[in-house]
């Protein structure tokens, strides 16, 4: 089954604890993208990585690191958390960035961590 | 920064009743896609428009790209519960790096029992 995969679904840590969430993703893309989701703010990206080892800041990428060694993983890093980076994150993948007619380029989200920082 | 103006924030509506949320923005957009996220799920796409003017249905949705290009509606004929859930526009344009999307902040849908 094609599937975004994300550990752990959910997390309680405190300030400075240095953390890792991983992403995972079974389909070959090359793309991938991690957001945050917070009440009334939508989706904001955070990071994105177009291949392995090409990674991009997002809009909103402070306190956060990435890294894309292989091309299925893209862990997101939080050295010393902070508790306004208390989120729902969401690990995406597709084939490209953009979309286009020809189709089969859909941004398939995993089922999201949510991350609570005291 | 290019910004997508989702509305409304939020819905509540009698089982069976049409519902309608729009985006707008102030800058052109290339592809309009809506998202639909389920509570406790990631965002899943419902409809993905690529040209002016484009009406796609999905069932019991319809998307239609706007005309001038910065704008996006979504109907949703006789609701029913499982469409709660927060429903996301997102744009892509060549103004954006990378080929990127955006996302609106949503339109929470609550069906009233």
């Known amino acids: 089954e094609a599937q975004v995969t994300q550990n752990p679904r959910y997390l309680i840590t405190v300030t400075g604890k240095k953390l890792t969430v991983t992403c995972s993703q079974n389909?070959?893309?090359?793309?991938m993208s991690w957001y945050r989701q917070d009440p009334g703010l939508g989706l904001r990206q955070i990071y994105y990585s177009m291949n392995v080892e090409v990674t991009d800041k997002g809009d909103v990428p402070e306190g956060y690191k990435v890294s894309r060694k292989e091309k299925r993983n893209f862990p997101l890093i939080l050295e010393s958390p902070s508790p306004n980076q208390t989120s729902l994150y969401f690990c995406?993948?597709?084939?490209?960035?953009?979309?286009?007619?020809?189709?089969?380029?859909?941004?398939?989200f995993g089922p999201g961590t949510r991350l609570t920082v005291l | 920064g290019q910004q997508l103006n989702q509305s409304p924030q939020s819905m509540f509506i009698q089982e069976g009743e049409d519902v309608s949320m729009n985006c707008t923005s102030s800058?052109?957009?290339?592809?309009w896609l809506w998202y639909k996220q389920d509570p406790g799920e990631g965002p899943v796409l419902l409809i993905a428009l690529y040209k002016a003017g484009e009406l796609t249905s999905n069932g019991r949705l319809t998307a239609q790209f706007g005309i001038t290009r910065k704008d996006s509606f979504l109907n949703i004929s006789a609701s029913i519960p499982s469409d709660v859930g927060i429903y996301f526009c997102?744009?892509?344009?060549?103004?954006?790096?990378?080929?990127?999307?955006?996302f609106g902040k949503g339109t929470r849908l609550h069906i009233l029992p």
């Open positions: 389909m070959n893309h090359e793309y």
């Open positions: 997102a744009g892509q344009s060549d103004g954006l790096p990378d080929d990127k999307i955006i």
């Open positions: 800058s052109i957009f290339n592809t």
């Open positions: 995406a993948s597709s084939s490209y960035p953009y979309y286009h007619r020809l189709g089969d380029n859909e941004q398939f």
